[in-house]
Nanobody, 125 residues
């Protein structure tokens, strides 16, 4: 059974950092792209970042470029999202997800099928 579980969220002041983890099981992790999405209250869920399978390609939405870094540890079947210089606008529930695309590539119009439960990130003074 495919499973993704996020952790690492919490409350930080503006300028602070958090490291989110997405632990996975039940599928051939090294072969698939993993996405981070987020959803703020009253807003649509939006893509934050993606990392491809062994190809190593990454994707970030413009608003987080230079502040967030996505990485993966295939041996641990875990994806991380290091978030630095956090801003109030980053406040949201963060989800990891995968669409199990055979290519293993990131798609900017991806519609992932498998999702974690989400972890809350709150950035405020």
């Amino acid at each position: 059974q495919v499973q993704l579980v996020e952790s690492g969220g919490g409350h930080v002041e503006p300028g602070g950092s958090l490291r989110l983890s997405c632990t996975t099981s039940g599928f051939g992790f090294p072969y698939y792209a993993i996405y981070w999405f987020r959803q703020a209250p009253g807003k649509e869920r939006e893509g934050v970042s993606c990392i491809s399978s062994s190809h190593g390609s990454t994707y970030y939405r413009d608003s987080v470029k230079g502040r967030f870094t996505i990485s993966r540890d295939n041996a641990k079947t875990t994806v991380y999202l290091q978030m630095n210089s956090l801003e109030p606008e980053d406040t949201a529930v963060y989800y990891c997800a995968t669409d199990l695309a055979v290519s293993g590539n990131c798609n900017d119009d991806a519609n992932p099928y498998y999702w974690g439960q989400g972890t809350q990130v709150t950035v405020s003074s």
